[in-house]
């Protein structure tokens, strides 16, 4: 029996053999159909999969390699997929691991797109739509009160959020500049009241320490791609940022620099550098720009194309391609409007997601540098404060455009509603989605669907 045991104990201990590329690949590919539930569900999925069943990646080393991509710009959940597939087999198998991490629900949101342009004025979508944008107010808030009870561990990172959200609110103050002065914060307040600023920093210390192949594999010095040279820098920049902003060079250089296909291309790679923090503390910048600045969605259609990403696998940034897809459909001139469309939701993917790849590659080398560096988990988590006062200003946004038929601008740009425009079926529908998701705790999706039939029901009566 002793005997028995102490196998087992081995067993359980000592990881599996470096896993072969097609191994990979049906892992990477099964991770891309089943990554729903936002980025909080995808990592999960990822830990359960490399850490938990199949040791690929130790835990401490999956910890600090998602800590690591939570200081970068784009979805976390994607970049972490990209670093460990680069860990596993170099940039190859990073690109493979990106790519199908996005692909599935690319595709998906790309059918969406183009069967919500075709049909959403007929009654019957129009009522689907009606239910789902209550239950996407639901899904916001609850993302609120989720970040908030992550981020939030005391008064400094409260007052962080609640400057943030007058920030975006009251003063009108750009996104990027939101969170660089929330990092700033962190960094500075780490130096004179570390106490405050550490408690909101990422990652579990305390983790067991499950190794798995890529430790070993480091401690037998087989990974040599890890190991940053002389010109690793100066080659990852030669090479991936003309393939990042090649393209949108080129467009800009065949169509003009007012043509929808420029804008998107130049207004999307911008957001690819200052989305800190995820979707939902960019989507209230986003909708800002493309329902006011540039005109390419209504208030409404917004909230409907983050409904159909909460639907779809992947990242919920693909919200984004649908914002790309709506703008070139409408802007199309003598081409089909659906292969405008295409096109535009492929160059918005483009613009989105390369960056990603681009940020991996090039830091990743350096990654071991920033083990115990408290003063970038301190500027971390300040940003993460900050952006539970941003998903706020996006809650508000989509409940005063969800609920009420009008609104209307105050002092400093506030917006309030008209309370005689109170469409009393959309705040029943948003606070059933809420009493289903927060208090009886049932998933998103079923809410989503469920939300969707009642509209329909609704709009029926």
Not at 53 to 60: C, K, M, T
Not at 361 to 387: D, H, M
Not at 391 to 413: C, D, E, I, K, P
Request: proline share 5%; glycine share 10%; with cysteine.
């Amino acid at each position: 029996m002793n005997s028995l045991a102490a196998d087992d104990e081995i067993e359980a201990v000592q990881p599996p053999a470096m896993p072969t590329f097609r191994e990979a690949v049906r892992l990477w590919a099964k991770i891309g159909l089943l990554s729903f539930g936002g980025p909080a569900g995808q990592i999960a999925l990822m830990h359960k999969e490399l850490v938990e069943e199949r040791r690929w990646i130790g835990e401490q080393r999956f910890l600090h390699a998602l800590n690591y991509c939570m200081l970068l710009p784009g979805p976390e959940a994607q970049q972490l997929a990209i670093y460990i597939g680069w860990l596993l087999h170099r940039t190859l198998g990073g690109l493979v691991a990106g790519t199908l991490f996005v692909l599935p629900g690319a595709i998906v949101m790309l059918c969406l797109s183009s069967f919500y342009m075709l049909y959403n004025d007929a009654p019957v979508v129009e009522a689907l739509f009606f239910g789902v944008k209550a239950a996407v107010l639901a899904v916001v808030v609850e993302a609120v009160i989720r970040i908030g009870k992550r981020a939030l561990k005391n008064r400094v990172m409260v007052a962080i959020a609640v400057a943030a959200f007058l920030a975006i609110y009251v003063v009108k103050l750009p996104f990027p500049l939101i969170i660089l002065a929330a990092g700033l914060t962190g960094w500075i307040g780490n130096r004179f009241a570390p106490v405050p600023f550490s408690g909101a920093a990422h990652g579990k210390g305390n983790a067991p320490d499950i190794r798995g192949v890529v430790d070993l594999m480091f401690e037998r010095g087989e990974l040599d791609h890890t190991r940053p040279t002389r010109w690793h820098a100066p080659r990852t920049v030669a090479t991936w940022l003309p393939i990042w902003l090649g393209p949108v060079a080129l467009i800009a250089a065949l169509t003009g620099s007012t043509s929808v296909w420029t804008q998107l291309g130049s207004f999307f790679s911008v957001m690819a550098v200052v989305t800190f923090g995820g979707a939902y503390a960019v989507l209230a910048y986003v909708a800002q720009a493309a329902v006011t600045s540039f005109g390419w969605l209504a208030p409404g259609e917004m909230v409907d194309g983050l409904g159909l990403a909460e639907t779809t696998p992947g990242p919920l940034i693909l919200v984004l391609q649908f914002v790309g897809f709506v703008a070139a459909y409408r802007h199309a001139g003598a081409m089909s409007p659906l292969i405008a469309g295409s096109l535009g939701s492929l160059l918005t993917l483009w613009v989105t997601f390369v960056p990603c790849f681009f940020w991996i590659f090039l830091g990743a080398p350096y990654i071991e540098q920033l083990r115990q560096n408290k003063a970038l988990s301190a500027a971390l988590g300040a940003i993460t404060a900050a952006v539970v006062g941003v998903v706020m200003n996006l809650a508000l946004w989509f409940a005063l455009h969800v609920v009420f038929g009008q609104v209307r601008s105050v002092g400093l740009g506030m917006e309030i509603p008209v309370l005689s425009s109170l469409d009393w079926r959309a705040a029943l529908l948003a606070a059933a989605a809420m009493v289903a998701m927060l208090r009886l705790k049932i998933g998103m999706l079923p809410t989503l669907a469920g939300s969707a039939l009642a509209g329909l029901a609704l709009q029926a009566l």
